[in-house]
């Protein structure tokens, strides 16, 4: 196997879709390639990162709009309700 | 090992995509639950002593929970969307504050919501989010635009720039691979230097 197809393997084992005998020997080369668990450990973190940077993203489109809201003058009372719950005003 | 053709790889990797179904994130579809669902969170936060700011990382982090259960099809939603916000609201609240575990009260549906393990990152993690987030951003951001917001190899192309579906493909797993081999190496680093 290459390097790459051992890539896509362990991608398609992360997210679910290898078939039950397949996932079944992957898991048995797990066991006996210690240089295959190594490259599955670290994708698998690989791809914890990458869903933290996404969320990082989506966290900061969200700041956005709560920007977007808060100065908005057509939503002046929605603000107020919430100054109003941390007695702001 | 298993024995597949790049061909066999491929056709695979149509049918993953195939599956993926749900509709991509849109921030400004959110301005009506962002009214209806922060105020009862922003009340909650209160309650237990937070501030303004507090209640609005809170709430982000419950909107992008709920939106990445939604994403995987869970089948426990069966509430109403703004009452399951609240209640992943209040999880990440215990997560984040353990301590006031026993002052924050749960109703059946929110006892029943489990939050992902690492959602947060540990110091570790973070240093290693740090380091990557500067040295593989472009990848980072390709990455990303593939496996969470499930844009299609051709999307990729469109939007990247890519000459066709094949070098989008193959960029891709660069990308795995560079991110993969810096993760690799830092977390051997990390080991060697906790032993």
């Known amino acids: 196997m290459t390097l790459r197809n051992n890539t896509k393997l362990i991608e398609r084992y992360i997210e679910g879709s290898l078939n039950p005998s397949d996932k079944v020997l992957f898991e048995a080369n797990l066991i006996v390639s210690p240089s295959l668990f190594e490259q599955y450990r670290s994708q698998k973190k690989a791809f914890e990162m990458v869903q933290f940077y996404h969320r990082k993203k989506l966290r900061e489109e969200l700041e956005t709009l709560h920007q977007s809201i808060f100065n908005d003058s057509e939503k002046i009372g929605f603000k107020l309700k919430i100054h109003k719950i941390f007695k702001i005003i | ?195």
């Not at chain 2, 700011?53 to 703004?82: L, Q």
């Not at chain 2, 500067?134 to 990303?144: Q, V």
């Not at chain 2, 990308?175 to 906790?194: A, H, N």
């Open chain 2, 1 to 195: 090992m298993l024995h597949y053709t790049n061909r066999d790889l491929e056709q695979m990797e149509v049918k993953v995509k195939v599956k993926k179904g749900p509709e991509p994130w849109n921030v400004n579809d959110l301005t009506e639950t962002y009214e209806v669902a922060f105020p009862k969170v922003a009340r909650f936060v209160k309650k237990m002593g937070g501030t303004l700011d507090d209640a609005k990382d809170i709430f982000h982090d419950a909107v992008i929970v709920y939106y990445e259960f939604a994403m995987k099809g869970h089948n426990e939603i069966h509430s109403s969307e703004v009452a399951y916000i609240l209640g992943i609201a209040k999880h990440l609240w215990i997560r984040k504050y353990k301590s006031q575990r026993d002052h924050v009260s749960l109703s059946r549906m929110e006892n029943e919501i489990s939050i992902p393990e690492g959602y947060y990152l540990g110091v570790q993690d973070k240093k290693l989010f740090s380091l990557l987030s500067l040295t593989g951003k472009k990848c980072m951001e390709l990455l990303r635009t593939f496996y969470f917001n499930n844009a299609s190899l051709g999307e990729l192309v469109t939007v990247w720039g890519f000459p066709n579906k094949h070098a989008a493909s193959v960029q891709k797993y660069k990308c795995l691979e560079k991110i993969r081999s810096i993760v690799k190496e830092k977390t051997l680093s990390y080991d060697d230097f906790k032993k």
